[in-house]
Each structure stands twice: as structure tokens, then as C-alpha cells.
Nanobody, 117 residues
């Protein structure tokens, strides 16, 4: 059973920073495109950022210049560094792993990020 375990969420003031981590197990991490998505109450799940096995990144326009996605293929972990956080970044952040061979997709349980003064 594939496992994706997120950590690093919490409460932060506007303008602050958080670093999310997602540790993957029971997958060949290096062949998966990893991503972060988020879902706010009453809203649809939306893409935040993705990173391919080769390191190509993609970001939602709303987070460009503020968030950075990275991965460590030795530790089987993907990170999301979030800077200059805004109240509208408040959401549950979910880790996703998608196989670059057959598009099979897996999700973590999510970690809550709340940006509030």
C-alpha cells in the first residue's frame, strides 16, 4: 500500500513562512511526478505545484514567486517552501504522487495550513 504522509502545516501570520514535507513509501519515488494541491472550505481542489522526476516544476499563478517545490529522491520526500503567506493560502494541503509510466495517482491525507493574524 502506497503511503504519502504530509507534515509541516500549522497556523502562521500573514507574511510568514511554512515548509511542508511529504514522505512517500512503497513506491519507486524516482518515477513519480510529485505535486501539492490544496482545498479550502467550500472550494474545489486546486493545483499548487508539481515537480517531475527530472526536476521540472510547474506552479499555479497564485503562488509563483512565493512557493518553491523541491524533491529529494534519496529520502523519497517532496517539499513545499511557502513564503509571504496570505490569508487566501489557508487550506488543507495534499500531497500527490502520479506515476510517469501509467498515470496511477495516489494522495496523502493532507495537512492544514491556516494563515491568520
Amino acid at each position: 500500500q502506497v503511503q504519502l504522509v504530509e507534515s509541516g502545516g500549522g497556523l502562521v501570520q500573514p507574511g510568514g513562512s511554512l515548509r511542508l514535507s511529504c514522505a512517500a513509501s512503497r513506491i519507486i519515488f524516482s518515477i513519480f511526478r510529485m505535486g501539492w494541491y490544496r482545498q479550502a472550505p467550500g472550494k474545489q481542489r486546486e493545483l499548487v505545484a508539481t515537480i517531475t522526476s527530472g526536476g521540472t516544476t510547474n506552479y499555479a499563478d497564485s503562488v509563483k514567486g512565493r512557493f518553491t517545490i523541491s524533491r529529494d529522491n534519496v529520502k523519497n520526500t517532496v517539499y513545499l517552501q511557502m513564503n509571504s503567506l496570505k490569508p487566501e493560502d489557508t487550506a488543507v494541503y495534499l500531497c500527490n504522487a502520479e506515476s510517469q509510466l501509467n498515470s496511477r495517482s495516489y494522495w496523502g491525507q493532507g495537512t492544514q495550513v491556516t494563515v491568520s493574524s
